[in-house]
């Protein structure tokens, strides 16, 4: 076992984090690290960032101890202030169960005549293994890369049914390579959806066995297994030489607690109190890195994410202290959340919109912060004002409130990688505050000291007058009704449906994806207007489980689908709806 599974186990095994000066009661339970010894004497903005992005929280990834004791220093954050817990037991926590990795079951078998292998020394079924037994005549699949049109592409033409495919790690033309089709998650999904039997991959020399901990990928339908070292020299020589071979694989998947954090102030205007502003932002981060690190070659060390997202999180702490403590009372009650699992794919918020503890009817708009603290004298986007009618009006008004009004630039999509998206696809007004990008970014360098606290206090501000002209004021006359603009109405708003905030080129289908897994298929939470998959007739709600042919267990092979074809591309797609198989035709389009 390397290193950095001892470590990974330790954070998720609550290895005790002591410290000589007195932690609060809380803390004791949880053995976190004592926040007053390590802020003191900072300002709230600074100690907040100084305590989430610390090495002792590992990183906070989601289902971790040092994700739960971020979560305990938010809810005593909001104590502190005098905010009233909102969870739905009545705590400050609103819990939930999260895919955490898997572990290995009973019975993990890989022989050959010759030779019986020891799993997790020799072998180890990948996280997303299928759970199952395949025998057979070994098949040598060379890189088990697809390359259309090129002279070398053997495999594409290989029949591969009811086989066990052996092939080499990586991309044996360009070894750096991380292109999709690379990796063995897609590998693995290619030869299940060519109805392999099972999959072995050869890792390079020097490589490390697969941990399991990390992974949240869909178990797929065969057993894959990768092999190292020796063996994989032996497994490759008995594929060459079409030797038979079995392979067992039992993988169980893991699941634990996360938290949302919630507080309330309740709107101090009877008339006003039941509708509610939301303010949000997520307090996970990648933890030891891997899946959705910018530095896969840093794997294992602690990435901090102080701007991503202590820094949004710190913002939502001041701003509650603002609404609760100033002197002007929003008159509609304004909800507090700070979601987990943000990294792993909007999970937190997704979970929220799905269990809201306060009706989303009753739901006027969402603030969303994520990434606010790098502002460095820049320009502040915020995305998501084609989203309600007044937005661009009320965000002028609010910056000319602020003491430093600050260059804003806007973007009209309310769809984008963070927290936000899962409230417009409620058809909630939304504004995601984003400080823009940096080199840091999903980096273990992304460090507290990098911090621009200045910058940070000047976004606080400008959010707490939007929220406050939102929330309306207690006492006060003024008024502001938002006029929404959900997603189905946006094209007659003049937005580009198939402009996406992420970017990128390549076809494009027009799908919004639930990013919180089903047990089969890429459930969808809408469908652009005007889009190539509205023409083709697919809704909302819909479940992709078969894309050109191509299974789709989750959102990953669901990509890997996508990208395997072209705009202009007829493609049959299938669909669960209502319980039944639909099979429906879409002519993709072109992403710009
Ligand atoms: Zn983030």
New binding site residues.
Partial sequence: MSNVLTVFAALTAGLTFANPASPSSSQQRLDCPNDAALTAGMNPTLAHVRYLADDALGGRAAGTIGARCAAQYIANQFEAIGIPAAGPDGSYFQGFPIRAGAVLGGENILRTPQSSYTVSEDWIPYGYSGSGAATGVLLYGGDGINRPGQPNNEYATLDITGRIVVVEDGDLASPASRALQTGAHFKASVAAGRNASGMLILLSEGRALPDLFGEIRAALRIPVAAVRGEAAERIRQAARNAERAALVASVQPRSVEARNVAALIPGSDPTLADEVVIIGA?YDHLGLGGEGSLAPEAYGEIHNGAD??ASGMSGLIEIARRLAEGDRRPARSVLFLAFTA?EKGLWGSSHYVRNPILPIEQSIAMLNL??IGRLEGRTLTVLGVGTAEEWTDVLRAANQATAEPLSIATAPDGFGA?DHSSFYGEGLPVLHFFSNTHVDYHRPSDDWEKVDYEGLDQIVDLVSEVALDVAGVAGSDERIALTPIPPDAALAHGQDPSASTSGGYGPYLGTIPDMVPVDFGLRLTGVREGSPAADGGILSGDIVVEFGGSEVGDIYAYTYALQAHEPGDSVEIVLLRGGERVTVTVVLGDRR
Wanted: no cysteine; net charge negative.
């Fill in positions: 997520h991503d997202n943000e994520d990434m963070s």
